[in-house]
């Protein structure tokens, strides 16, 4: 049963009228931390209290993503429990929503799928968001663009839309919007595309783009002035070391001119779909390797 895989730990539902639901589940694709960043920002700028907490135990493969466990003074001290909660929150209008953010589920998609399904309605949420970063081939220099998609038309602007046939590999967040198409609960996703040599560092700027774009989605009004901060040091320390590396400041130039040819044709999507001719991906990887192991953008924490 769905319903054996979270508890309520509030008792009843708070007094919230239609809220939206915010998900984001780590371990699965997330350039630039865009998606985690935006949670650990809202958990750490809004009042919050957990209404719902699923069993990890039944859902995390403990040996694929070992938690940690500190040692001190010959003995084990603390256990960092993977930890998939839903949160209460109000954005800064006073609205309510709620917040779905913990580890991926390694296994029993359709049950946990089937237990959030549960939630959305003993909440009665009216709208479904999740959120993530994918790596793509754009300059750091030009604005992050987002591309979303939805279980039915009129949810988001055509233009915003993903314009393409793709195949891509499953995920927990991605068959929840396929079922919730299924049942008729309203849900999007949003996507920041992030420059592929920033995928693998905590990059602030894709996570503001993807914020403002989530709100714009949403109707919520969601802070932003911390992201901001923290996206500003970041593209300074970004820019200082394309500065210093001549390989590197050409590869972003190459991108630039894709960038600038694309953002001229006829569709947003093209960049997603149909890039044109970029350096080889070795000679990419030979011209970021160095930029890579020196950037230190953002805080270095893992995904949980």
Known sequence: MPEALYELVNGEAPEFENPVLLYHFSGFIDAGHAGGGIAEHLLENLEHTEVARFDTDQLVDYRSRRPEMRLSGGMFTSYAAPQLTLQAMRDDGGSPFLLLYGPEPDVRW????????????????????????????????RPIGVTAHATRPGLLPADLLIDAELEVPGSASSLLQYRLGEWGQDAVGLVARVPHYLSEAHYPQSSVSLLRSLSSATGLLLPVNDLLEASEEAEQQVQEQVENNEQVARVVQALESQYDAFEGGTSRGNLLAEPKTLPTADEIGADFERFLAELDVGDDRPDE
């Open 110 to 141: 359709e049950a946990f799928v089937a237990a959030v399904k549960e939630l959305i309605e003993h909440f009665g949420v009216r709208l479904v968001a999740g959120f993530h970063g994918i790596p793509a081939p754009t300059p750091h220099t």
